[in-house]
């Protein structure tokens, strides 16, 4: 996509396999945060979301994992498919910043068959 | 079923014209907002709108304005291009409730300034 640039970091897994993409966030008053897929030419397309009280949130073959105390988030993928192959963003909420959100840089993950 | 529709899909343009991107959503939410992606960066708020009749600056307003024309559509204008402004610019749009609701992406229009 777009973002697939110099910078990303990337995460190569074989179809099959669980990944697990990392996210540190910097506002210790984030209240929210989300993940999206971003695949080439598109739009960001949303993932599954969680709420600062919550520590873990599961979706269909997704998982996001919250650690307030270290602030990291991170989306666990089951039995990854060549469909994944994308590049995922993190975004955070500060309280107080209404519904605006603050993206990361993106990581890319590169399923091989 | 479209959900958040950009035009035009590509556009160039040379240093110091003028152009409005258009974004409609069809999922009758009331937020909606304009982001730039450029490589290796993730996605900056340049303008939003939280409500009809209401719009606010982002991170990365400058040279940029908008309008948020009705409950569906809210564009963005660029007076006058220069070559730092190619990106992608994306639309995106929320619904209302407490305390946050997920934005939903157009497919975005790649812009390039010459």
């Known amino acids: 996509g777009e973002n697939v640039g110099l910078h990303l970091p990337t995460l190569s897994v074989q179809e099959g396999d669980n990944s697990i993409i990392n996210c540190a966030y910097s506002n210790s008053a984030s209240d929210y945060f989300i993940w999206y897929k971003q695949e080439s030419g598109k739009g960001p397309q949303f993932i599954i979301d969680i709420r600062s009280n919550m520590d873990k949130r599961q979706g269909q073959r997704v998982t996001v994992l919250l650690n307030k105390t270290v602030k990291h988030l991170s989306l666990q993928i089951a039995a990854t498919q060549p469909g994944d192959s994308a590049v995922y963003f993190c975004a955070e909420s500060p309280t107080g910043y209404g519904n605006k959100l603050v993206f990361g840089a993106g990581t890319i993950l590169r399923v091989k068959s | 079923n479209a959900g958040v529709t950009q035009t035009p899909k590509f556009q160039v343009l040379k240093t110091g014209q003028s152009m409005t991107l258009q974004c409609a959503q069809d999922m009758n939410h009331n937020s909606m907002y304009w982001y730039r992606q450029d490589p290796g960066m993730g996605l900056r708020l340049i303008y939003y709108?939280?409500?009809?009749?209401?719009?606010d600056k982002g991170e990365v307003p400058n040279g940029y304005n908008v309008s948020r024309l009705n409950k569906r559509e809210f564009s963005l204008r660029l007076e006058s291009a220069a070559p730092s402004q190619t990106s992608v610019y994306f639309c995106a749009s929320s619904g209302i409730g407490q305390p946050n609701q997920p934005q939903h992406f157009g497919d975005g229009t790649r812009l390039s300034i010459l």
């Open positions: 709108s939280a409500s009809e009749g209401t719009t």
